[in-house]
Each structure stands twice: as C-alpha cells, then as structure tokens.
C-alpha cells in the first residue's frame, strides 16, 4: 500500500492561487493512477482531478475545469495540483488517493476508498 502526504495548502485571497504536492512512499508510484478530492465543512468529499499513470490522461470537475491542472512527477514520486483563480467555494481539505489499476477505475470506484490521509487546508477568503 503506498503511503501518502499532502502538503502545500494555505490561506489565500480571492483568484489567488496555491499549489499543492502529494508524495508517495512505500509503492512504484508509476503504477498508479493519482487524484486529487476535497472536503468542505458539512459536505460529502468530491472528487476534483485525477491523472493517470503515465501522465497522459487527465479528469476534472466541472467546478474546476480550466482553473485548477493535475500534473506528476514519476522521477520524484509527487503528483502536484495547480489551482489557479481561487474561490471561496474552492475553500475545503485536499486529499490525495491513488488506484493501482487505471485512471478510469480511480473515477469509478474512489467513494468507497477506505484509506485517506491528513489532507492539507485550503482556504480561499479576503
């Protein structure tokens, strides 16, 4: 099972932008199809982008498309997720998860993930 740690959320203000890592451990990161879920306050987790092994395919949510990119670093072991005019409504914990078949079997069965790590807190406020 691999190991997971995300990192780089913070305070930002309105169409600010933030980057967040996750690094993996433990597994061969390259056999993984990686994606990025949030969490508000009082809401269910969702799912935001996910990328797949080679790095080739991409998915998004609708609420994000076009503002925030998934990207990976196989050599480094990170996948990264570059959000870009942020909203207060981006404002959730970020976590990240991995599949150890496909990117499309990561969109289709991520809700009963059972394992998920700290996250990192973004907020999004003046």
């Known amino acids: 099972q691999v190991q997971l740690v995300e990192s780089g959320g913070g305070l930002v203000q309105p169409g600010g932008s933030l980057r967040l890592s996750c690094a993996a451990s433990?597994?061969?990161?390259?056999?993984?199809?990686m994606g990025w879920f949030r969490q508000a306050p009082g809401k269910e987790r969702e799912f935001v982008a996910a990328?797949?092994?080679?790095?080739?395919?991409?998915a998004y949510a609708d609420s994000v498309k076009g503002r925030f990119t998934i990207s990976r670093d196989n050599a480094q072991n990170t996948v990264y997720l570059q959000m870009n005019s942020l909203k207060p409504e981006d404002t959730a914990v970020y976590y990240c998860?991995?599949?150890?078949?496909?990117?499309?079997?990561?969109?289709?069965?991520?809700?009963?993930?059972?394992?998920w790590g700290q996250g990192t807190q973004v907020t999004v406020s003046s």
């Open positions: 990328i797949s092994r080679g790095g080739g395919s991409t």
């Open positions: 998860n991995a599949d150890g078949s496909s990117l499309s079997m990561l969109l289709a069965r991520w809700t009963k993930y059972v394992y």
């Open positions: 433990g597994g061969t990161f390259s056999s993984y199809a």
